[in-house]
Each structure stands twice: as C-alpha cells, then as structure tokens.
C-alpha cells in the first residue's frame, strides 16, 4: 500500500514544481511499480502483461516522475481501449520491453487492441486532441513534453501484437 501511495504522489499533477530533483534508480523498479499501481484494474480487465527486461538492474540517474508519468499515461490509455476492442472484463495483452543502449534505454510500449488510424498517428501527440469519448487529449502530449529533455516518445507502427505500440526513448542526460 505504501509503493501505491508514493507513486500517487510522484505523478501528483500539484506536485510538479517538486518533480525536478535528479535521482538515482532501478528502470525495472519503477515499471514494476506502475504495474502495481494499476493492479486491481489489469486484473479486473483480466489484461495480461508481459515483460521483457534485462536481467541486470538498469540503474540511472534522471527524474524518476518523468519515467513514472510517462509509463502511466501509456498504460491508462491502454487499459481504456483494450476494454473498448476486447469488452468489459474480457482481457488483452499488454507487452512491455526495456532495451539498453549506449546512450540511455527505451522503453517499448505495445498491445493488442484496435490500434490509432494511420492519420491520427502524430495527431495523438497534439494538445487537446483525442478521440477517446469525454478524453482531454493530454495525456500523451504532456507525456511527450516532459521526456523531451531526456529523449523522446515515439509511435510505433510495428507492434508485434497488432495494436498500438510507443516506444519512450531516454538518451539524454540519463546518468548510466
């Protein structure tokens, strides 16, 4: 319940001025602690997740609440349409894939729902855009603006599972 509460408050919009502070962590710590945070919801959804990571710890030093936010949001929206393709309760698969790189890593972000149209693709980044019913359209814009000093997020059109796929790329300043 206390890895619940922290990560709360990590990704607490009312607590962005105190996001800035640089520190040391485990990638694979906190993709694991986002998966913990959206638990109840993955199971009741019955979406299944799979995880590809290596087997050393990838340590960095970078703001952790950018990495925290930024897997958040990926989630949520998958969790949205997967339950919209698939139905209430009636499952999916999430894919989940850490790389290394000289430079930094990458987070690779996939599923199995109906994917974006080819024309929204880069739309989706866009403010205020969205094509979720009663969606704000700013969810993966702020995610895109606050990996912009480490890297960038990306949309992938080779999701091996056939649905939407992101990749967040952190090559700068991210203290290998």
Not at 143 to 163: M, S
Request: glycine residues 10%; charged residues 25%; positive net charge.
């Amino acid at each position: 319940m206390e890895q619940i509460v922290a990560l709360r408050a990590r990704l607490d919009p009312k607590t962005a001025g105190k996001r800035g502070r640089a520190s040391t962590f485990s990638v694979q710590e906190e993709i694991l602690g986002n998966l913990l945070l959206f638990e109840n919801l993955l199971s009741k959804q019955k979406i299944k997740q799979s995880l590809h990571m290596p087997q050393h710890p990838v340590v960095v030093k970078m703001t952790r609440s950018v990495l925290g936010q930024v897997l958040a949001n990926l989630l949520d929206n998958s969790i949205y349409w997967l339950t919209r393709h698939h139905g209430d309760g009636k499952g999916g698969e999430i894919d989940i894939t850490l790389r290394t790189s000289e430079r930094g890593f990458s987070v690779r972000f996939c599923d199995d729902g109906s994917g974006i149209d080819e024309a929204n693709r880069e739309r989706v980044f866009d403010p205020y855009f969205s094509t979720k019913e009663n969606g704000m359209g700013l969810g993966l814009y702020v995610a895109r603006q606050v990996i912009e000093p480490y890297g960038k997020l990306i949309y992938r059109d080779d999701c091996r599972l056939g649905g939407a796929g992101f990749e967040a790329i952190f090559e700068k300043h991210v203290g290998l």
